[in-house]
């Protein structure tokens, strides 16, 4: 079945570093590729999504690049802010159903 | 205007009690959707509902079971409620094959 594997946290940045938050996905065919954001107490929203192969997705100076050579969607980001502290999750759906398979969830905390 | 909302927010109930969750959207959207959330933050889709057919994720207990009143409610049954059952649940939806806007979850605690 399809599945998503996504570096685990937490990731600890100091305010202005880069991002980087490796997320890798088995699945067959052509998957839509997706990176949610869980802010503490509250439900995820959507970040950025890409449809297909070298789509590139972007949000809020977040990108990520759907890579069908090596199944890779990795979030980056120039400059997080102290307000990017959150849980990142990266998920796919096949049409079948729509249905979200999410990776494990990557914690970042970014310090002033 | 919220989205998508859930009451209740938080739920605390005993064990082999019987529980529903309800789920509203406004957004117009034909497809809902249900996913829990553990302890560990891990998400894992329930239950894929439109006005065409039910998808279920062969790993969830029959003890739950979605139930649609009309296309903009999506609400979640709970019988005979365990302690692992205690989780994050959140309530979703979306145009057939488009994205998907979540509501602000519903936290449930078995005792």
């Known amino acids: 079945g399809d599945s998503v594997t996504q570096m685990e946290g937490p990731v600890t940045l100091s305010e202005e570093a880069f991002l980087t938050i490796n997320c890798t996905y088995t699945?067959?065919?052509?998957?839509?590729l997706f990176w949610y954001v869980q802010y503490p107490g509250e439900g995820l929203q959507l970040l950025l999504k890409a449809t297909k192969a070298d789509d590139k997705g972007s949000n809020k100076g977040f990108e990520a690049t759907y890579r069908k050579e090596t199944t890779s969607f990795h979030l980056e980001k120039g400059s997080v802010q102290v307000s990017d502290s959150a849980v990142y999750f990266c998920?796919?759906?096949?049409?079948?159903?729509?249905?979200?398979?999410f990776g494990g969830g990557t914690r970042l905390m970014v310090k002033p | 205007d919220t989205a998508v909302s859930q009451t209740p927010k938080y739920l605390v109930t005993q064990m082999g009690n019987d529980k529903s969750i309800k789920c509203e959207q406004n957004?117009?959207?034909?497809?809902m959707y249900w996913y829990k959330q553990d302890s560990k933050k891990f998400l894992k889709i329930m239950f894929s509902y439109n006005n065409k057919e039910l998808i279920i994720n062969e790993t969830v207990p029959n003890r739950f079971s979605p139930k649609s009143p009309d296309k903009a409610h999506l609400n979640l049954h709970i019988n005979s409620l365990e302690l692992g059952d205690s989780a994050v649940y959140f309530c979703?939806?979306?145009?057939?094959?488009?994205?998907?806007?979540f509501g602000p979850g519903t936290r449930l605690t078995v005792t």
């Open positions: 979703a939806s979306s145009l057939e094959w488009g994205e998907q806007y």
């Open positions: 998920a796919l759906t096949h049409r079948a159903g729509n249905m979200l398979t």
């Open positions: 699945a067959t065919g052509y998957p839509s």
């Open positions: 957004l117009g959207h034909d497809t």
